[in-house]
């Protein structure tokens, strides 16, 4: 079936640090590809999505590119913040069957920015 | 604020009870889904639903129900409750119900069982 397979964390950076969070995934189809943020204490926030090969996704310093080749859509910024320290989400859109959907989601990346 | 609500915000209960989860969905979303989130298993999707109808249903227990009602809110019972059942649960919604489709998350229900 559909997975989705997240780097393990916990990930401790320092600021202005460059991050990469890898994300691979196992699809049938062509499935929509998102990251979701959670900071602490608060729901799933959607961070960016792509929904077609070579799309890339972007958002407050954030970007990732729908690589159906290597299947993956690793999440990326070029200078990280304190403000950034979270658990991040790699998640794929699954249709199912009988036109259902579904979100297929990653264990989860936390990262933990240092001033 | 995703505009997704949930209540309540904690909800602390004894093994073999049964509780109820509400969420009320963003204005005009029609999808409705619910997650649980665990130390252990993660995030899990439980159930879809879309305009009133069960549209998907992922790893949920016999012992879990769901319902959406006509005016698109949706409770979420959990009954027989165990220990294991401890987690965030967390309800989203989305505008229809295409894959492209952005979830907005609302806060959370923290369920403990003791």
């Known amino acids: 079936g559909n997975s989705v397979t997240q780097m393990e964390g916990p990930v401790t950076l320092s600021e202005e640090a460059f991050l990469t969070i890898n994300c691979t995934y196992t699809a049938t189809g062509y499935p929509s590809l998102f990251w979701y943020v959670q900071y602490p204490g608060e729901g799933l926030q959607l961070l960016l999505k792509?929904?077609?090969a070579d799309d890339k996704g972007s958002n407050k310093g954030f970007e990732a590119t729908y690589r159906k080749e290597t299947t993956s859509f690793h999440l990326e910024k070029g200078s990280v913040q304190v403000s950034d320290s979270a658990v991040y989400f790699c998640?794929?859109?699954?249709?199912?069957?009988?036109?259902?959907?579904?979100?297929?989601w990653g264990l989860g990346t936390s990262l933990a920015v240092n001033p | 604020d995703s505009g997704v609500t949930q209540t309540p915000k904690h909800l602390i209960t004894a093994t073999g009870q049964r509780v109820t989860l509400r969420c009320s969905p963003r204005?005009?979303?029609?999808?409705v889904y619910w997650y649980q989130q665990s130390l252990d298993q993660g995030l899990q999707f439980l159930i879809q639903?879309?305009?009133?109808?069960?549209?998907a249903k992922g790893n949920i227990l016999e012992r879990f129900s769901a319902q959406q009602f006509p005016d698109l809110h949706s409770e979420l019972n959990l009954s027989s409750l165990e220990l294991g059942d401890s987690a965030l649960y967390f309800c989203?919604?989305?505008?229809?119900?295409?894959?492209?489709?952005?979830?907005?998350f609302g806060p959370g229900t923290r369920l403990t069982v003791l």
């Open positions: 204005s005009g979303d029609l999808s």
């Open positions: 989203a919604s989305s505008p229809h119900s295409e894959s492209t489709d952005t979830q907005y």
């Open positions: 998640a794929l859109s699954d249709r199912g069957a009988g036109n259902n959907r579904k979100l297929i």
């Open positions: 639903y879309y305009n009133g109808e069960e549209r």
């Open positions: 792509a929904t077609k």
